[in-house]
């Protein structure tokens, strides 16, 4: 089964831009869609955004749309998020995880119930 782990958090000042990497390892790639999820300290986790297992489809939440971009490489097996304008409410710690592909059919996966696959989650820390 696939294994997912998180590169590329740290601490930027809020307006900053940061990039994150999900790189995957066993099972085959292009037979999950990812998400990204993310979870304020002291807070429950929420879904950030999620791609298409063929790169073609993503869908974000309201919260970072236009300023977040996911997109993914399936020859590399990595999926990156790339954060622009960051703000302070982006502090939290950041997961990808995988949701087994059901056909061609996608519809965008938001709980994070519906994800089997974890990632061990990378910090991500804005400064005011």
């Known amino acids: 089964q696939v294994q997912l782990v998180e590169v590329g958090g740290g601490l930027v000042q809020a307006g900053g831009s940061l990039s994150l990497s999900c790189v995957a390892s066993?099972?085959?790639?292009?037979?999950?869609?990812i998400g990204w999820f993310r979870q304020p300290p002291g807070k429950e986790r929420e879904f950030v955004g999620n791609?298409?297992?063929?790169?073609?489809?993503?869908y974000y939440a309201a919260s970072v749309r236009g300023r977040f971009t996911i997109s993914r490489d399936n020859a590399n097996n990595t999926v990156y998020l790339r954060m622009n304008s960051l703000k302070p409410e982006d502090t939290a710690g950041y997961f990808c995880?995988?949701?087994?592909?059901?056909?061609?059919?996608?519809?965008?996966?938001?709980?994070?119930?519906?994800?089997?696959?974890w990632g061990q989650g990378t910090q991500v820390t804005v400064s005011a």
């Open positions: 066993g099972g085959t790639f292009s037979n999950y869609n």
């Open positions: 995880a995988a949701e087994t592909r059901r056909g061609d059919v996608w519809v965008p996966r938001t709980s994070a119930s519906e994800y089997a696959h």
């Open positions: 791609v298409k297992w063929n790169g073609l489809s993503v």
